[in-house]
Nanobody
């Protein structure tokens, strides 16, 4: 599945952003999907994932309580609502799709990746 992210930008600490990721093809609902981020000089890290029917979600500790992952299979779209943003949330955010399991969280579990959208949070 092809994935295209949007919604990134430059914001102040404490602000909110909503990222979107549109998937192509008719099998989007067959995939568990998730978000990763990569800060400059750091490895890509897991943020959140959601299962195929959107009934289950899983978050990294850094995202728990501030971020909400959701999906709309009728629109072939994945979302990430990010509230109370911090400077350490800065990075390129990638969406990814997986046919492995229900709530994948490891990079190797995801087969398809988007190009990413930049999020910059300033103090």
């Amino acid at each position: 599945v092809r994935l295209v992210e949007s919604g990134g930008g430059s914001v102040q600490a404490g602000d909110s952003l909503r990222l979107s990721c549109v998937g192509s093809g008719r099998t989007f609902s067959d995939y568990a999907v998730g978000w990763f981020r990569q800060a400059p000089g750091k490895e890509r890290e897991f943020v959140a994932s959601i299962n195929q029917d959107a009934k289950r979600t899983y978050y990294a500790d850094a995202a728990e309580g501030r971020f909400t992952i959701s999906r709309d299979n009728t629109r072939l779209t994945l979302y990430l609502q990010m509230n109370r943003l911090k400077t350490e949330d800065t990075g390129v955010y990638h969406c990814a799709a997986s046919r492995r399991g229900i709530l994948p969280s490891r990079r190797y579990e995801f087969e398809d990746w988007g190009q990413g959208t930049q999020v910059t949070v300033s103090a």
